[in-house]
């Protein structure tokens, strides 16, 4: 059965850096559309980071030029490099997979599994 576990999570000062990773079980990164979530309390869940199988890259604004998604194919493994962070990246951050190619940003929804989730907090 997929899984998906993410760690890496952690408390950082406003400016730091934490790569988080993303251990994919019983499916093929390399073939899929992997992501990055985040949802603070009392906020909707957002997409941060996206990559699709041929290893191609989505961003939202509000991270873009801080965050970088990439994949290990090898390893079956997936990372979320951030840097530069603010106190408003505070959230549980979300690993999330689906068999089908990533095409336009898609919403949460779309997406079949997902990781229980790892807390990052940045403080000022």
């Known amino acids: 059965q997929v899984q998906l576990v993410e760690s890496g999570g952690g408390s950082v000062q406003a400016g730091g850096s934490l790569r988080l990773s993303c251990s994919v079980f019983?499916?093929?990164?390399?073939?899929?559309?992997m992501a990055w979530f985040r949802q603070a309390p009392g906020k909707e869940r957002e997409g941060v980071a996206v990559?699709?199988?041929?290893?191609?890259?989505s961003f939202p604004d509000s991270v873009k030029g801080r965050f970088t998604i990439s994949k290990d194919d090898a390893k079956n493994m997936v990372y979320l490099q951030m840097t530069s962070l603010k106190p408003e990246d505070t959230a549980m951050y979300y690993c999330?997979?689906?068999?089908?190619?990533?095409?336009?940003?898609?919403?949460?929804?779309?997406?079949?599994?997902w990781g229980q989730g790892t807390q990052v907090t940045v403080s000022s």
């Open positions: 990559i699709d199988g041929d290893g191609s890259t």
């Open positions: 999330a997979a689906d068999f089908r190619r990533c095409g336009a940003r898609r919403p949460r929804e779309w997406y079949k599994y």
């Open positions: 019983g499916y093929t990164v390399g073939w899929a559309c």
